[in-house]
């Protein structure tokens, strides 16, 4: 049987690449600052290591059995653990959720929309997917402005597991125009 596993994706500064055991020390941390886990779905209390390892086996399953997933984020010029970016579909869900979160350390830099737009890429091209959607608490703010800098829209509220969350959305005509409007700038520039 062949095992899904993520591609690697580059960018300027990142490399998008699959997850593996050697990464579990910087996952645990990643999981065990409250700052980092304010926003998200699982509450702010800090997860232990088990938590953190069970985790990642979910993530490296998600690829398996849905055919996409979350990448590990390395920066590229020192090979550092950065965080991690990508999908979530699992049953239910309310629609094909691109998310991200990144080590604490390295925030600021714009990391986060550098690594979503090439997962956002990824959908749409290989995936071939139709809509993208990111949930976002109301408060996240810098989460927001990484969607809007994606060029995702808001889309409503809606509840996700008994928590009001903004539901951002592109689609791939919208994300193909906003290719098209960026490598304008880039070429004027
Ligand atoms: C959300 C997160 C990934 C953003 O990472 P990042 O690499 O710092 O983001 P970027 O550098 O690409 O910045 C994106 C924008 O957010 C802004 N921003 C960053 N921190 C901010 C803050 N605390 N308040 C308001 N805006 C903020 C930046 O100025 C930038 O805006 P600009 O384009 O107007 O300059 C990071 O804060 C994080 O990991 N948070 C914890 C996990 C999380 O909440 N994930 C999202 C779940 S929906």
């Known amino acids: 049987m062949?095992?899904?596993?993520?591609?690697?994706?580059?960018?300027?500064?990142?490399?998008?690449?699959?997850?593996?055991?050697?990464?579990?020390?910087?996952?645990?941390?990643?999981?065990?600052?409250?700052?980092?886990?304010?926003?998200?779905?699982?509450?702010?209390?800090?997860?232990?290591?088990?938590?953190?390892?069970?985790?990642?086996?979910?993530?490296?399953?998600?690829?398996?059995?849905?055919?996409?997933?979350?990448?590990?984020?390395e920066h590229r010029e020192t090979g550092a653990f950065i965080g991690m970016v990508g999908f979530s579909e699992p049953e239910g869900w309310p629609g094909f959720e691109l998310a991200w979160t990144l080590v604490r350390r390295w925030w600021g830099y714009g990391y986060a929309t550098e690594a979503a737009r090439a997962a956002l890429d990824y959908a749409f091209t290989v995936l071939k997917r139709d809509r993208v959607i990111s949930l976002i608490y109301p408060e996240n703010r810098a989460s927001i402005r990484v969607a809007e800098r994606l060029g995702e829209r808001?889309?409503?509220?809606?509840?996700?597991f008994g928590r009001e969350m903004l539901c951002y959305g592109i689609d791939r005509e919208s994300h193909a125009a906003q290719m098209a409007q960026e490598s304008l700038v880039v070429g004027r520039a």
């Open 154 to 160: 808001l889309q409503g509220r809606i509840d996700h």
């Open 2 to 73: 062949d095992l899904l596993q993520a591609p690697i994706l580059e960018t300027e500064r990142l490399r998008l690449r699959s997850f593996r055991r050697s990464d579990l020390d910087d996952y645990a941390a990643l999981n065990a600052d409250p700052e980092v886990l304010r926003y998200l779905g699982c509450g702010p209390q800090p997860w232990d290591r088990g938590r953190a390892s069970r985790h990642m086996a979910f993530l490296l399953g998600h690829w398996q059995v849905w055919g996409s997933g979350t990448w590990a984020v």
